[in-house]
């Protein structure tokens, strides 16, 4: 069945840094791969999508590179400030309907 | 003005008791979903609706069943609620249906907890 990991454990970074969060995917091949953010109590929030023929996406601080030889998606955030930090979930879409699949999160902390 | 909203934001009700969840868009969308996330956070897909009409099922108990009145709501209605039912219900909306190139949005939750 379809997996995707994302970096097991929370990620803590000084404020001016660039936060890099990876998600890998095995047992499919989607065309698309798409991130969110969550904050605590909140629904996910769309951020970015990225096609399967689009090495690399970029919107203001946040930049996404999708990689289907490795089957990894790499997410990155520039100039990092402390209203960054929330949970990033990947969700390479299972090409049937819409279906989302979702990584398990990773927890960004961006300390002043 | 929301976009997607789920009613109530929180349920705290006894094992064996029928509830009910409430999910309306105002986004003008075609397809609507509910999620489950678990206590270790993940994020799985229940059921999907397009235009009313049920698309994805992921193997959901039958005790879970949803309801689409018309394509702006999408109702979830749980039968005999068990202990491993609490979780948070997120609802979630997009477009259309076309193969995952549309993001969704989501509501923020409803928050089920089982005494």
């Known amino acids: 069945s379809q997996k995707i990991e994302q970096n097991s454990e929370a990620l803590n970074i000084q404020e001016g840094k660039t936060a890099t969060l990876t998600c890998n995917y095995t047992n499919y091949s989607p065309a698309y791969l798409q991130w969110y953010r969550q904050d605590p109590g909140r629904g996910p929030v769309f951020l970015l999508l990225i096609r399967e023929n689009e090495k690399e996406k970029r919107k203001e601080r946040l930049k996404v590179t999708f990689d289907t030889t490795l089957k990894q998606s790499l997410f990155h955030i520039t100039a990092s400030q402390p209203a960054d930090s929330a949970t990033y979930l990947c969700a390479p879409p299972y090409n049937q309907g819409g279906k989302l699949i979702f990584g398990q999160g990773t927890e960004l902390s961006v300390k002043p | 003005d929301t976009a997607v909203s789920q009613t109530p934001k929180y349920l705290v009700t006894q094992m064996g008791n029928d509830k009910s969840i409430k999910c309306e868009q105002n986004?003008?969308?075609?397809?609507m979903y509910w999620y489950k996330q678990d206590s270790k956070k993940f994020l799985k897909i229940m059921f999907s609706?397009?235009?009313?009409?049920?698309?994805i099922n992921e193997t959901v108990p039958n005790r879970f069943s949803p309801k689409s009145p018309d394509k702006a709501h999408l109702n979830l209605h749980i039968n005999s609620l068990e202990l491993g039912d609490s979780a948070v219900y997120f609802c979630?909306?997009?477009?259309?249906?076309?193969?995952?190139?549309?993001?969704?949005?989501f509501g923020d939750g409803t928050r089920l907890s089982i005494l």
């Open positions: 609706y397009n235009n009313k009409e049920l698309i």
């Open positions: 979630a909306s997009s477009q259309d249906i076309s193969g995952g190139n549309q993001p969704q949005h």
């Open positions: 986004l003008g969308h075609d397809t």
